[in-house]
Structures are given as structure tokens and as C-alpha cells.
């Protein structure tokens, strides 16, 4: 095998058809070029270059080996495009794609769980309420998803676990006017100001059915939520004040419930949010297996 210095000397010289600027666009003197270009020759065994005192041209030898080593290098470039690739997501790097409503539910302990024994896996975590998941696994944006797959068809190649129903919760501050009374509909909650993640076709269609279906709730769907938003951080922060009401599951409020600011608004009726987890079958690594082996526990 050709040192790959040799290799890209070769190469440079054939094109810039000088010492100087070949040995300039490697960035090496011309003592060191005119090494590798040795090197390339001792390996073919063949002058590959006319030497002149202000250039250097090809050699008949050397036009036949020019195709032969700009294969080569397309064959490097494409070797180290995928180790490159393999390095950041192989079995070292788990892609984590999941709903705003997953990650202190179920994300947070299967990635302690996961550590415990693969102590050196890394995780990028993506958070956002995604409109078509799978097409996005299938494109290989992430290993895993985790959220909401009700209102998502099946699709080839994907493995789907059903992982559990939660009940929805509303949250307000403790001085809200919705803790007037006794247990609220949807409808009253939606009559104040309300935040929450991006509400997909199914979340609406959901609530839209709900709130009974008619021009009037579409309406009310419609112009739902006046702040949405896919980080909690941001949503429980309205809490701070009795003006917003805001929707997630109990682990999303978990951080403000003990501070008393805040808290759950007493439903008359309930819906559910479905939570599953999706991996392509092909695409699998010990991490990958781990991380789906500690959400499997998680399982109700």
C-alpha cells in the first residue's frame, strides 16, 4: 500500500505541476514533498514525473497511475468519511429522539440505568414534540425515539414498544382562580390563558372530540396553546403567577410541586397520552440494546 503522503504528493504535484506549489498546498517544505514523491515512485517502481528547473510534468507511466491514484484517494476519503461517522454514532454515541413529556419520566432513569453499566456511553438527547418520528428514525437522525406514536402509522423495519397511558395534568398557581369550585372540564381550563408543548394533529383531534366536537370546540383547538413551547423549564416558569395554565404529566412538575407555588387542577374528566418507544430492528449496538433493555423495565 502507497504511504498516504506519498500518495497525496503525487497527487498535488500532478496537479499544480510545480514543487513550490504543490509543497505549498500540502504545507510542507519542498525537501519533504520531494521525499514522498520518491516514496511514490519506489512504490510503483517507475519514474512518474519529467523533472524540469519550473516544472514537473507526467510521465507516461505516471498518466496511467494518475486514475488509479485519484481512486485511491476517493477510497480513503469515503474510508474516513464512515469511521468518522461509526466514531460519532456507533456504539459510543446513543441518538436520543423524544417528546417534551419523556424525559424526566423515562429518559432521565433508563440513561442512569444505562450508566451503571456502560459507564463510557455517551448521549445526545433531542428533544422536541416531533410531527413524524419514524420517518426521522428511518432517516437516521436518532437510534431511539420515545413519545407519543399514536397518531404515527407503522412502518417497515421499526420495532415498537408500548410502554405505558399517563394521565394528562394541569397545572396552575396555588392563588389561580381555576381552584375555585370543584373538579373543572376541559373547557373551563382552556378558558384561561393556556401553555403547553407543540400540539400535534392527534393532540388536537383529541381535544377537539373532547370538548365535544362541534364548530365551537375546533374554534377553542385552534387557537390553543397562547404559549408553546417544548422546553418545561420555560412552561413551569409561568407558574410563577396565577395567569397560565399549563399541561404535562406529574413527572414534569416535579421540581414546583414542592415548592407549594403551584398545583394540580382538580379534572372532572381525564385523557391519556400514549407513550412508546421505536428502534429499527437492523440498527442495533450494545448501547442501543441496554437503553431499550432499561426502558423495557420501566414497562407498565
Request: charged share 20%; net charge neutral; glycine share 8%.
Amino acid at each position: 500500500m502507497i504511504p498516504e503522503n506519498a500518495l497525496t504528493a503525487f497527487l498535488a504535484l500532478a496537479e499544480k505541476g510545480s514543487f513550490q506549489g504543490a509543497a505549498r498546498e500540502m504545507g510542507v517544505s519542498n525537501a519533504s514533498l520531494s521525499r514522498y514523491i520518491n516514496q511514490a515512485e519506489q512504490h510503483v517502481g517507475t519514474p512518474l514525473f519529467h523533472r524540469s528547473r519550473n516544472s514537473s510534468t507526467l510521465t507516461r507511466a505516471g498518466q496511467e497511475f494518475l486514475p488509479i491514484a485519484e481512486g485511491l484517494r476517493q477510497d480513503l476519503n469515503r474510508y474516513a468519511t464512515h469511521v468518522a461517522k461509526l466514531r460519532d454514532r456507533g456504539p459510543g454515541v446513543l441518538h436520543i429522539g423524544c417528546g417534551p413529556l419523556t424525559t424526566r419520566t423515562l429518559i432521565q432513569p433508563a440513561i442512569r440505568a444505562v450508566r451503571a453499566v456502560l459507564p463510557d456511553l455517551r448521549f445526545r438527547v433531542l428533544v422536541s414534540a416531533y410531527g413524524r418520528p419514524l420517518d426521522l428514525l428511518q432517516a437516521g437522525q436518532f437510534d431511539i425515539f420515545l413519545g407519543d406514536l399514536t397518531y404515527t402509522p407503522e412502518a417497515d423495519n421499526v420495532e415498537i414498544m408500548v410502554m405505558q397511558k399517563r394521565a394528562i395534568q394541569f397545572m396552575a398557581h396555588r392563588d389561580h382562580a381555576i381552584h375555585d369550585g370543584g373538579p373543572r372540564t376541559l373547557a373551563e381550563v382552556f378558558a384561561y390563558p393556556f401553555a403547553s408543548p407543540y400540539l400535534h394533529k392527534h393532540w388536537r383531534s383529541t381535544l377537539t372530540k373532547a370538548l365535544g366536537g362541534d364548530v365551537q370546540a375546533e374554534a377553542t383547538v385552534r387557537a390553543l396553546p397562547q404559549i408553546e413551547s417544548d422546553d418545561y423549564h420555560l412552561l413551569t416558569g409561568l407558574l410563577s403567577e396565577p395567569e397560565y395554565i399549563v399541561g404535562g404529566v406529574a413527572e414534569s412538575f416535579s421540581e414546583i410541586m414542592p415548592t407549594g407555588q403551584a398545583k394540580p387542577v382538580s379534572m372532572a374528566q381525564e385523557i391519556s397520552w400514549n407513550i412508546c418507544a421505536a428502534r429499527k430492528v437492523e440498527n442495533t449496538s450494545l448501547g442501543l440494546e441496554a437503553f431499550w433493555e432499561a426502558l423495557a423495565a420501566h414497562k407498565i
